[in-house]
């Protein structure tokens, strides 16, 4: 439906999933969120921390559960690897496409595997970051520090292909290294042994 208003006002309707332009996405959240019905919305659902904020906050009052359409912490690659990096010391993300010229990057493209370490690691901050910028794409070159003491470094870009993507996450562990690819194949590399330092 497009008339909000007819489902808000619905007793019947505990939930709602909402697609539609981001920049409405807020506005949206808060009156179903503010009328106690259950939410599934795309990502993103504000755009500043406050809205964000707001948002949190309206749910804890609530009695209602808001989940984003950040799906790549559900793909079942990531629920396995959840498991197996607890004591990751680094991590390298490589995640390329075609030129982006339709929306934003950050928000539309990037959000999703920045999530899903978050997702994976814990808490953290972006410690160093350069952005590139030149014939209609964007790289991001960044430095993440987790408080789980783990430290990652990500490189987000346009400037590659929509046909070739690349989109690989290492982690090392003290038995070895876990890799990803495309959020479909996982797979483990064991370290050599040390033999008398």
Known sequence: TTNLLEVLADNEVNGVFVSASP???????????????????????CTTLNELLELINLEKRGNCKVLVGLQRRYAPVYSVLKNKVKQA???????????????????????????????LFGEGSVENITVLKGNGVITYLA????????????????????NEAQDVLTV???????????TSKLSFVTKPKVLMN
């Open 143 to 162: 430095q993440v520090k987790h408080a789980s003491g783990t430290v990652g470094s990500i490189e987000f870009s346009t400037d590659y292909s929509w």
């Open 172 to 182: 090392s562990t003290p038995k070895g290294e876990y890799i990803t690819e495309n």
């Open 89 to 119: 010391s680094y991590y390298t993300l490589k995640y390329k496409t075609g030129a982006y010229p339709e929306g934003d990057e950050l928000l539309d493209l990037f959000i999703h595997p920045l999530d899903a370490l978050f997702y």
């Open 23 to 45: 920049s409405a996405h807020f506005g949206i959240a808060k009156q179903v969120i503010g009328k106690n019905k259950n939410l599934f919305i795309e990502k993103p659902p």
